[in-house]
């Protein structure tokens, strides 16, 4: 049995870049695309004219393929679905809600859909409604997060006993070490978000990928459980949602705090400090803003180093 | 470079039996030990006269290389130490507190010394006492815990890289799956907690043994963050804690509720509802109860299958 994510979304190396908000757009993901991974547009963060620009300058690039991030609470969500049709987008990967909704329907339109997950429970569900692919995410990853907080280490083996399909991997992987890692715990693939972040072709503004490269471990935390747990940078902003714990705050109060646009003041303006700056633990092992395509290079290249591809089977590619 | 772990420890296979409070007494660790891996006697539940004769026992079980674990905030921990001169112990596993205290000593007096940490940071501070090894525990693990809240896949690469001496991987590993992924990350051995818990040889009351092979995903929390981190399972006290917290009690009020005798209750007395049962993420992973050797044979076998051993250096042994 050969590497079935190479096979199903038609790459060289089973390494996607996470489509994330503020931070992948279709500069990042045609690079990652070109290098031999798969890229994706995290459209998440954009209005439906943002996204329609950006997937026309993906295909004006000229990469064929490529994948878009489709969180599936997104309100304008059909006006989304419609420009993925539009530009005949090959792969879709949802995230965020119930995969029964739209999964038929893209794949009817013959699009391969890939569905993220951070529990079984959930991976058999996208199974169940068709998906091609779930993306296995642990604990340790930035952004969204499940509430079992059950970590890539013990996620991992759980889905990929559950389910037929491929899994994909996420959190806690940066370099070919932890590719490896992933694919001896049961992964086929692996999705990397953190480190994208820190690429020349990231849409982060440059003092996120700079603060990135210089965090340490335990600089990340997950948070704001009552609402959706995130995982975030220690900054001003998430000082303040320690002090409204410790003042005992409902659910409401926190909303408050968090507002609106937390994301996009931190990750895309540069707000380092009253910011949301949503990142992978792993962000400790992060020392340099590189081209996308040298990091997938040199992850590849470590893995080769590692010998993994002799393992054959799924090892292989 | 061979394995440095299995050369360090005269161990066969780099797989250690983690020594656990309640569930880990000479019969266990003389069988892990037996087998090929290494057996560690947990102390920090017992009394002097007990670890005494747990001692006595294990030396007249005929196995020669085992070893104790000796929390370093144990009050009698003099006591403890002379037992472990007395009984020519060859190994010690420190834990929970300063590896400058003892390490000197120990080793002084012939014995290797490995000690476990949650951190870059303390594994920096036990290779400069002088320790032979670190195990890297990650947030999956059961029982005591670190405050960062790192994961396997993110500790132990951090942790690998910074430290000259080899590093033992430990949290979420259960299987010859996980072994190799650790070893992919950068470990040279394994430390397993959860899996040996559900074993014959294991002090664990039977109903916990049960319980925990019963265990889904999500089943655990890391929880008490205010006194010491420790994850367990939720059942009757764990939903006491929650209450607790959301009528804001204080840390005081946490520890009163705690009370003492909570993890023999659990663990060793087979309270399932009122007492404290440590265990990790991995519980969800374990389905059976078996004699310890047929655990070790099977994870080597496992991790033999998948072929990570053709990969030579520390994956060899």
């Known amino acids: ?185 049961g992964a086929e693939g692996v999705q990397i978000g953190s480190r994208f972040v820190a690429t020349e072709e990231s849409s982060a503004h440059s003092s996120f990928k700079k603060r990135v490269t210089q965090a340490n471990e335990g600089d990340t935390q997950l948070t704001l459980k009552e609402l959706t747990p995130v995982r975030l940078l220690n900054n001003g902003f998430y000082q303040d949602i320690v002090k409204a714990y410790e003042n005992h705050r409902s659910a409401d109060d926190l909303r408050q705090l968090l507002g609106r646009g937390r994301a996009k003041r931190g990750m895309f303006e540069g707000d380092l400090e009253q910011g949301e700056l949503e990142i992978g633990q792993v962000a400790a092992r992060i020392h340099q803003i590189m081209p996308a395509a040298a990091v997938v290079e040199q992850i590849i290249a470590e893995y080769r180093e590692a010998g993994a591809h002799h393992l054959g089977g799924r090892f292989s590619f």
């Open 1 to 185: 049995m050969k590497n079935r994510i190479c096979k199903l979304l038609h790459i060289r190396y089973p390494l996607i870049q996470a489509g994330m908000v503020w931070c992948s757009g279709w500069r990042l993901a045609a690079a990652v695309s070109k290098a031999g991974g798969l890229g994706i547009i995290g459209s998440g963060s954009m209005y439906p004219e943002v996204l329609d620009e950006h997937l026309q300058k993906c295909r004006g690039s000229g990469v064929r393929n490529f994948a878009v991030n489709l969180p599936l609470m997104y309100p304008q969500i059909e006006d989304h679905i419609g420009l993925i049709l539009k530009h005949r987008v090959p792969i879709v990967f949802t995230s965020a809600g119930n995969p029964k909704t739209y999964t038929s329907f893209l794949k009817d339109a013959g699009i391969k859909v890939v569905h993220v997950v951070s529990s079984k429970k959930f991976a058999l569900k996208a199974e169940a409604a068709g998906a091609d692919a779930v993306v296995a995410e642990g604990f340790e990853a930035g952004g969204h997060n499940g509430r079992e907080e059950t970590t890539t280490f013990c996620l991992v083996p759980e889905v990929a006993d559950a389910v037929q399909i491929p899994v994909i991997a996420a959190g806690g992987i940066a370099d070919g070490r932890s590719m490896h890692a992933a694919l001896a715990l």
